[in-house]
Structure formats: structure tokens, C-alpha cells
């Protein structure tokens, strides 16, 4: 999987190659600092919903997508406690406790889809999650939403978005896995 294909990580570049065969450090230091901002799901959609209206579903030309990223950039950095230049991700929280995790050059059509990800019940309720246990949701590099957590009784669980359904569905795997 590249650095590309995931929503968590930033491009780290490789060690130089040594011609001497010498081993590569097992450490790659890195002066990139990862700003995340994080704020409530409402606002921030209400702000996007506000500066786009319907671009967002209807589809964007590249010039637009570059827009959005710019736009969102922004609001990620006005939720700030301290100024940053570059924002790298935003958390969003959900009324219902999940936590949304993207980058902030997301997908349109990822960003199209939240409003009705974030009205649905969510996947697991407060009362069926295990106490203390991360609820989130991140857009997959496959392009579509997952949600994760760990049940009441231990077991991980996770949920695909269906966007034209507007519902979330369990994602069934090979067997239970418990979290101790």
C-alpha cells in the first residue's frame, strides 16, 4: 500500500540508497509536525454546505476540488487553539460520540456523503460500546466510509457506509475478534 492510499500517514521519504551496503538507519526522523483539528461535525458541514451548496454531489472540476481543499484548510485552521500553516487532518465528532477522521484534501464525494453519515443512527450506540473504547470513522482508500469499535462485550466490530441506502451495514468477518 503506498503513503498515498492511506488516511493517516504522510509521505515519509525514503533513507538515501547507500552504494556501500550499508544498513539503512531503523528510524527515519522526521520535522514534519501533524497538525489535526478537531470540532464538531454540524458547524463544519454547515459551513461547507454553505460555501459549496450542491457542487459537492453534483461532481467538481479540478480547479473546484483545489477550492474545496483550500476552503477546508481554512476552517480546520480557524478551529485551532494555536496557528498552524498547513493542517494535515480534522476530526470531526458526531453527535452521537463517533469521531470522523479524514485529511483535509478528502474526496468531494466523500464530503457529499457526510451529511447523511452523520444524520443516520450511528452504527453502535454509547450504550453498546464498551466504555472508554475510540468510536471512529475514516473514508477508506477504497472510497467508501468504515466505522469501527469495540462492542459492549469485548468484540471488534465494523461498518460500511451505504450511501445510496443511507445506512450503515456490519461488515461480517471470519470470526469474532475480542479486544482484552
Not at 514534519?32 to 464538531?40: E, H, Q, Y
Not at 453534483?58 to 476552517?75: A, D, K, N, V
Amino acid at each position: 500500500m503506498s503513503s498515498d492510499d492511506r488516511n493517516d500517514v504522510p509521505d515519509v521519504p525514503d533513507p538515501s540508497d547507500d552504494s556501500q551496503g550499508a544498513a539503512a538507519p531503523a528510524e527515519v526522523v522526521s520535522d514534519v509536525v501533524l497538525v489535526v483539528a478537531s470540532m464538531a461535525a454540524t458547524p463544519f458541514l454547515q459551513a461547507i454546505s454553505t460555501y459549496f451548496g450542491n457542487a459537492l454531489a453534483t461532481g467538481m472540476s479540478t480547479g473546484t476540488r483545489e477550492i474545496l481543499r483550500r476552503f477546508i484548510g481554512r476552517q480546520a485552521r480557524a478551529s485551532l487553539d494555536e496557528p498552524a500553516d498547513d493542517v494535515h487532518a480534522i476530526h470531526l465528532r458526531t453527535e452521537d460520540g463517533w469521531q470522523i477522521e479524514m485529511k483535509v484534501d478528502i474526496a468531494p464525494e466523500a464530503l457529499a456523503q457526510l451529511p447523511a453519515l452523520c444524520d443516520a443512527d450511528a452504527p453502535v450506540s454509547e450504550a453498546d460500546r464498551r466504555p472508554g473504547t475510540a468510536a471512529t470513522i475514516h473514508w477508506e482508500h477504497g472510497g467508501h466510509w468504515t466505522a469501527t469499535t469495540v462492542r459492549r462485550n469485548g468484540h471488534l466490530v465494523r461498518f460500511a457506509w451505504h450511501a445510496e441506502a443511507e445506512e450503515w451495514r456490519e461488515r461480517p468477518g471470519r470470526r469474532p475478534i475480542l479486544v482484552t
